[in-house]
């Protein structure tokens, strides 16, 4: 029976996994460099985890300093078949309240500052990201959390920001517009450099505030914000534990999305044109369609 092994990137709020067995760390360096910090690697079951802090331990990267590649390398290197993202995030709509969890389907990519792509030239590759999260994650992310007694909305826009300030009040309304759902700074690139390394990804955003965009409430504020983190955070954990309990002893069989084959479709730089220095920095992302 093929296994799960289970990759967690632990959003703000979310520095530490609990209730792992046989708990160890893991300081690796990739070809992209450091990740965030050590990857906590254990068990819940038969399901392996692999944890990482997108932002360290302490809250130490700003959104835009976070080492997404590196990230992201350091998980498939460490065998990981899924991949699991929590995020705190602001609604943009009335019936996301601050304290619900969002299972997100779409992205929107408002980032302008970060390397968002392990490709380039000498090696030139363009994947779909028509429907950017893996379906049978995300339905097993959101029964988790529900288990939980998460209040969650199945579907959901999530427009991606530089930031790290918050909107601007012409900001939030534009996106409201456009019928984004949530927003926050940190799900891009990351949801994109896991479809080229060609693992399923889903993301639980928690939501922690209404933004700027509601005249009758407080404009989003990193104190209102920790003050829901802690309870979402919570719940998160519990839901991290429920998932893996549900994968325990259920077959692994490839995403029904087709994502681990889809670099067949993507690569276009003939063989006699590729860059062997690129080629080998690539490996472990795309090892498998490159023929490594």
Known sequence: M?????????GSGLYELDGLEDRREDRVVTAWGEPSDTLVRGRIGDVDLVFLPRHGKGHRLTP???P???NIAALKA??????????ACGSLKEDYVPGHFVAVDQFIDRTVARESTYFGPGMVAHVSMARPVCSRLSAFAAQAAESAGATLHRGGTYLAMEGPQFSSLAESRLYRQWG??????????????AREAELPYATLAMVTDYDCWRSD???VSVTNVLEIMGRNSAIARTAIVNLARTLDGTERTPSPDGIETCLDFALITAP????PVLLEKLQVIAGRALGG
Do not use: F, N, Q
């Open 64 to 66: 835009s300093a976070v």
């Open 68 to 70: 997404y590649r590196a």
């Open 217 to 219: 409430t407080e404009a």
């Open 78 to 87: 460490a065998g990981v078949t899924d991949v699991l993202s929590i995020s």
């Open 180 to 193: 984004c759902d949530v927003i926050g700074m940190t799900a891009m690139p990351e949801a994109k450099l």
């Open 272 to 275: 006699d044109a590729r860059d």
């Open 2 to 10: 093929t296994k799960w092994t289970l990759g967690i990137i632990g």
